[in-house]
């Protein structure tokens, strides 16, 4: 049987794809804005070609950032297979705010950009880097699917370019090639054999709850208690506030500062991470 490669999405990150439509989109989204420094140009720009090169060395530590979706025939179950066309500049892009380059014309080109879906046929994200930020600095437009984030630990997009040394670089790469996909017969072979073992794992989960009856009835507990908060905030009504509204296709994106000290005394009055 010769070699191929996919990862079975989990019935959370399915879900992720499976309600989106034309108005609910299910990516995150972020703007980062940060000084030029090295990266500035003598025409006031900042070197993109060096930024391609560097995100390409930082998302290969991540296979997930080079897969796209491809599905089992027969229960069109997700799953992730590598991207044979991977293309890093149709991910990494570049574009340039019109003078004067404040804020609010920042803000109105995430929000276009936040408006349109993903395209299914591709790895789940996209990247835009924006010159053009007033006092001489640029921004960072992230994007990826809820699907993909979750699947990858929730870590932003952003994280695989950053360090806390100055001079951080990611380590390059000795280059990537994809794996083959998987044939629809060998998808199908694969689910079937999967649900043939779901009855002698039910029957393990027994042994270990009979064998380990406090532990079970302790982690039944926790559970329970877990899922009754959930369906509790799922089945109580939204506040009554202006963002509670039929939505569209069209995004605004917006932000606010707060001190960190003010986030940290949040934290410490509700308790949270």
Request: proline share 6%; charged share 25%; glycine share 8%.
């Amino acid at each position: 049987m010769s070699y191929n490669h996919y990862d079975r999405l989990s019935a959370l990150d399915s879900a992720f794809l499976g309600i989106e439509d034309g108005n609910a989109h299910m990516h995150i989204g972020a703007v980062a804005i940060f000084d030029a420094g090295p990266l500035a140009t003598s025409q006031g720009g900042i070197d993109f070609e060096l930024i391609v090169e560097r995100t390409g060395a930082a998302i290969h530590q991540n296979d997930r950032f080079k897969q796209k979706l491809s599905y089992i025939p027969g229960s069109n179950w997700p799953v992730w297979i590598d991207d044979a066309r991977f293309n890093l500049r149709y991910h990494v892009r570049h574009t340039c705010l019109p003078a004067p380059g404040d804020e609010r014309i920042l803000k109105r080109l995430a929000g276009r950009i936040m408006s349109e879906e993903l395209d299914r046929g591709k790895p789940l994200w996209e990247l835009w880097f924006v010159e053009g930020v007033e006092g001489g600095r640029f921004a960072v437009i992230s994007k990826i699917h809820h699907a993909m984030a979750d699947g990858v630990a929730g870590a932003d997009l952003l994280s695989v370019l950053m360090g806390p040394d100055p001079k951080h670089s990611p380590t390059r790469s000795a280059g990537w090639e994809a794996r083959p996909a998987p044939s629809p017969q060998r998808l199908v072979f694969d689910e079937v054999a999967r649900i043939a073992r779901l009855p002698f794992s039910l029957m393990g989960a027994g042994w270990r709850a009979f064998t380990h009856p406090s532990e079970t009835v302790a982690t039944a507990r926790k559970e329970i208690a877990n899922l009754g908060s959930t369906l509790e905030k799922a089945l109580s009504p939204a506040s009554e506030t202006e963002f509670n509204q039929e939505i569209g296709p069209h995004r605004r994106f917006d932000w606010t500062r707060l001190e960190f000290e003010e986030i940290r005394e949040v934290r410490k009055q509700l308790g949270g991470t």
